[in-house]
């Protein structure tokens, strides 16, 4: 061979040395994660078998909980091999929501050493392992920041469309090894500074068309009630805006609601109406989230209305079939409802409801001053409701139930100068 020809060989050959370096120090790192024996303790052990041949010994989590969303968590899993896979099999890692839906960032199917991923293969796969050998399997986790209250963690085997069959059975082959205990992040309260309306009162109608509603101050999306997450599970959604001046607090609710609930009596003052669909506003003059002498109001797609005064938290209630407080009290105001679809219907797809209400100041008789100097700030909550449950505009995060008011939130009423004296909104309960 001429000497020129040897140097043009020469860069293949160093690249040859080099893939053979890196693939010896690939080999040698790996090689940390495979055992003759099964370590002396595993702190859960399991008895799943994939495809009869792949043992799950066990597993381990650093730390076990409970746990935070974004908050980094080490998975070590023990797999025995017992007989040779053919081809293709790589291994899985899901978390699930309470639902079994694959959480946004739940996917760690190439975190860790034995997965990490080349050409879309892992380094070490199920395919690759040999016949009583044990494969520690460690995997860091970051627990997504929708997560919780309760999130389930999956594993498994799978190949292009397929996963590897698992004894005991599981749903698609994915069993759960466990269910983290979400702690969700302790928040402040959302607020907002409303001013005093400058432009007519609207017409108590339901319609959401007066001017005012164009530039009253919006809450923006209502979120899980848990987590304070975007609401993603619950089938209603919807917005709150407010408006004042010196007479009424004026509301405005945007819902969307694809199946509209009615199933109450017309005219029958209190109803539950929780119980069908509905919004509600809870309100604590105070400002101070102390739960003593607050307000309840509820408004249904009928415009059915249960109104209510509370001492203290939930209190006074007369049992499980009521009363629910002071229900004499009257918010002496209107509201009215528009439905976007029809109630009670299981045949067409609604898309919602919109709600306006006019609360008279004076039906606040526990208030330290009504209406609000400029700069009194209130604690409020609003909530787009179905069946006894919903979303809100201030998360209670697992503090309480929906009457909880240091979870409410933040209403500062701004009073610019007053406009010119206009006639009481009308409309009509």
Known sequence: MSRLAALALLPLALAGCVERSRSSSNAARLALYILDEPPAQIPHPTPLVFGEKIRLLGYKLDPEGPLKPGQ???????????????????????????????LPGGHFDNAGPLRETSSGRQALPPSDWKQGKIYVDEQPLRIPDEAGPRVALAVGIWREDQRLPVAPPAPQHRPILTHFTVAAPRREPPSLRVPRRAEAPPVIDGKLDDPLWKSAPSTGPFVDVATGAPNRLFPVNGTAQIAWDDTHLYLAFSVLDSKLLGGLTPGQRDQRVWEQSCVEIMIDPDGDGDNRDYYELQISPQNEIFDSQFDGYNLPRGGPQGPFGHQDWDFRGATAVALRGTLDRDDDVDEGYTVEAAIAWSSFSK?????????????????????????????????????????????TFVAPPAPPASAPPRGSR
């Open 72 to 102: 980094e968590v080490k998975l070590s899993l023990y797999w025995q091999c017992e007989g040779r896979l053919d081809g293709g099999w790589q291994l899985f890692t899901h978390l699930l929501d309470e639902q079994g839906n694959r």
């Open 367 to 411: 208030a330290r001053r009504v209406p609000p100097a400029d700069g009194d700030t209130w604690r409020i909550n609003f909530y787009a409701m179905k069946r006894n449950g919903g979303v809100a505009w201030s998360p209670i995060l697992g503090e309480g139930n929906f009457h909880k008011a240091s979870r409410f939130g933040r209403v």
